[in-house]
Structure formats: C-alpha cells, structure tokens
C-alpha cells in the first residue's frame, strides 16, 4: 500500500465497500470523565445550574452518531438502526457506555466511540463551573478510557425472554 506519493503528500480514500452484503453489525464503546467529588454531588443532587446532566450526555452521543461521517472525514454513512446510552455516575467519575447498530456494508465502531466522545465532552461542558480551580485550570478534569469493547458481525443477538 502507497502511503506517499511522489511530492511527498499522503493518498487518502475512502475504502470501497460496494460489493460488500449488507449484514447486521454492533459495537460497543465506554469511556469515562473524571470529576471532582463535590461535582458528583452536585450530579447526583440535581444541582448542576445547566440542567440534566445524564439527559444532556445521551441526547449528545445519540445525535453524534448520527453525525459521525461528518466528523470523522473517510468515516461512511450508514444507516444507523439503534443507539442505546447509558450514563453512571461512579464514586469520582461520570461512565458512558454506548450501543449502535446497524444493518449495513461497514461496522458502527467509529459512531460508538463519537458518541462516547461526544457526551463526555458535554458533562465537561456542562460541569465545568465546578471544576475550575482559583486560577480557571482543570487539574483534575480529564476524559479517559475511551475504547471499543465490544461489536458483532452477523446475526443479531435474540431478544431478552426467546
């Protein structure tokens, strides 16, 4: 595979993927922000001045998987067939765990880890009020453990009670 070509600039294409069959696909993606304590009480109590903070961060992912190949520049459009979200709060940390799906040519990886980013992103900014010390710093603010940690090729899982 060519990386450079000869003036010294990088190829870049899309992967072709049309004589692929459509076929079910399913990844799951979790990362986590951590957060002060006294930021996670103030989750927890329903303090936080911006509002809902869990609402906000799945509102958040389920909209950037949908943008995805907008973000991410060879990334393809595929329809998306579900999105689940799930946002738990820990003893110093936000988690967010995200499910997409798909009947299509290409799997859903990279739309399960943007809309990870992206709710974490919105805590962050959603919570940041709190977060600063006296000089306007986020020295214990970061987001961490983004991954995939799971995806299915194929048929899909059987419904819960078969």
């Known amino acids: ?3 450079w070509r000869s003036d010294g600039g990088m ?3 899309m ?3 049309t004589g692929k069959p459509p076929v079910y696909r399913e990844a799951v993606a979790k990362g986590r922000i951590r957060l002060k304590p006294s930021t996670i009480r103030l989750i927890k109590k329903g303090r936080v001045e911006k509002g809902d903070v869990g609402s906000v961060a799945r509102i958040a992912a389920i909209l950037a998987v949908k943008k995805t190949p907008e973000i991410v520049p060879l990334c ?6 579900g999105v689940d979200v799930d946002v738990s709060l820990k003893e110093n940390s936000v988690e967010v765990d ?3 799906r798909t009947t299509a040519k290409t799997g859903v990886e990279m739309e399960a880890l943007t809309g990870v980013v992206a709710a974490l992103l919105a805590v962050w900014d959603m919570v940041k009020k709190y977060e600063k010390d006296e000089a306007g710093q986020y020295p214990y603010t970061r987001i961490e453990d983004v991954r995939v940690v799971g ?3 194929g048929r899909p899982p059987a419904p819960s009670g078969s």
Do not use: S, Y
């Open 15 to 17: 992967v072709d993927i």
């Open 11 to 13: 190829e870049v294409r």
């Open 1 to 3: 595979m060519k990386l």
């Open 98 to 100: 995200v499910r997409v």
């Open 151 to 153: 995806k299915v090729k």
């Open 76 to 81: 393809h459009p595929i329809p998306i067939t």
